[in-house]
């Protein structure tokens, strides 16, 4: 696989950040942006001249990863050449169907075929219920096919994000790239590092990602009680504090983050599904965690390519990870390097939720506040 990246800024010419190959005929180009670079139109107009036959898909941000750097308000553009395998790339907008279900049900079904070996996801990060996605994807994909991406974002702001193919469109939707052929190379991995604070609560109202009430009490008392001073930046300062969510006791927990208050109502949106009778607990950050479960998400995928380097890395990290870790926040893609190794090329963004398994073993799941690496190599 060829691969060339480059990092745009507003009126700069575009830097070449790294080349593997000679990549003179990319099929797709993933564009990680700033909310306002992909409404530029002069962007796209510059990308289809830099590119004019690959399929261009711009996602947009709360930070762009682009090598071991992060960054803000840039567009980072990484070139892809397929030398044995093949690519297609399908959208579903979200006015044409009823529910997150079915739009994952319609981009599996358009992406679906014989060879298909991975769907590589890029969906709307605030109108779109990121559980019923990946269970609309999984239940119409083969056991074989591997899901992984994340949801757009849009800084700390919370208000619109974009996800779009060969032009801006104001359309809200979801991207599915399907990637084809016996010569790929898939690896996935996903870890957190948060640390647990308080009791765990029984979920006892709720409707689909909204939470009403945790062990009879309204959601969002509770939380204003544990996050004090915090409460008042709500819903932005949620991502401080996730809620770890898992349906048994021993089982393995998912994180949730906050995506809206309604503070008549006392509920809170998160990204993803807190079905009823499920245990839930709150998180707080443990900064050496969190960076070690960045370098472990790459172990994982390093371990599941026989310990080869892969050509490529794509880096969904949560914007909650952003916050956090802040000007540290670039340790923990040094750390994922460190394991990868310097040939892969890595890019990617801080997102508002990510979708992969934990392990290659295990069923596909949303999860915030986590490091999702994918990793793509061919023969």
């Known amino acids: 696989m060829q691969i060339t990246q480059e990092l745009w800024t ?159 469109s104001a359309t809200e939707c979801v991207v599915g790239i399907g990637l084809y052929g016996s010569s790929l190379r898939i690896g996935y991995g996903s870890l957190g590092g948060w640390d647990p604070f308080g009791p765990e609560r029984r979920v006892t109202r709720s409707e689909g990602n909204v939470l009403y009430e945790l062990d009879g009490s309204p959601a969002l008392d509770l939380y204003e009680k544990y996050l004090g001073e915090h409460a008042a930046g709500l819903p932005a300062s949620g991502l401080l504090f996730p809620l770890s969510v898992r349906k048994q006791l021993e089982d393995q927990g998912v994180v949730r983050t906050i995506l809206a208050v309604n503070r008549e109502a006392r509920s809170l949106t998160f990204a993803g599904d807190l079905p009823i009778g499920y245990y839930a607990r709150l998180m707080r950050a443990n900064f050496d965690r969190l960076l070690d479960g960045a370098a472990g998400a790459a172990r994982i995928c390093y371990e599941a390519l026989g310990g080869r380097a892969p050509d490529l890395a794509i880096l969904i990290s949560c914007v909650g990870r952003k916050l956090v870790l802040k000007q540290r926040i670039e340790e923990e893609v040094e750390g994922v390097q460190r394991v990868l190794g310097t040939q892969t090329v890595l890019t990617g963004f801080y997102s508002y939720g990510e979708i992969s398994p934990f392990t290659p073993a295990a069923h596909c799941e949303l999860h915030n506040q986590t490091m999702t690496i994918t990793t793509i190599s061919e023969n």
């Open 10 to 168: 507003a009126n700069q010419s575009p830097q070449v950040i790294a080349e593997r190959g000679s990549c003179v005929a990319p099929q797709l180009v993933l564009a990680f942006a700033a909310p306002a670079q992909l409404r530029e139109p002069k962007i796209w107009m510059r990308l289809r001249e830099r590119w004019p036959k690959a399929v261009l898909v711009g996602a947009s941000t709360a930070g762009e990863i682009c090598g071991t750097r992060v960054l803000d308000d840039t567009l980072v553009a990484t070139a892809l050449q397929f030398e044995n395998s093949q690519m297609r790339c399908k959208k579903v907008s979200l006015a044409d169907t009823t529910g997150s279900v079915q739009v994952g049900q319609r981009l599996a079904e358009q992406l679906l075929a014989q060879d298909l070996i991975h769907v590589f996801v890029l969906s709307d990060g605030l109108k779109v219920n990121g559980s019923e996605l990946v269970a609309g994807l999984t239940e119409r994909l083969p056991p074989n096919v591997s899901v992984t991406g994340g949801l757009c974002g849009d800084g700390a702001r919370f208000e619109r994000t974009h996800v779009c193919v060969d032009n801006f």
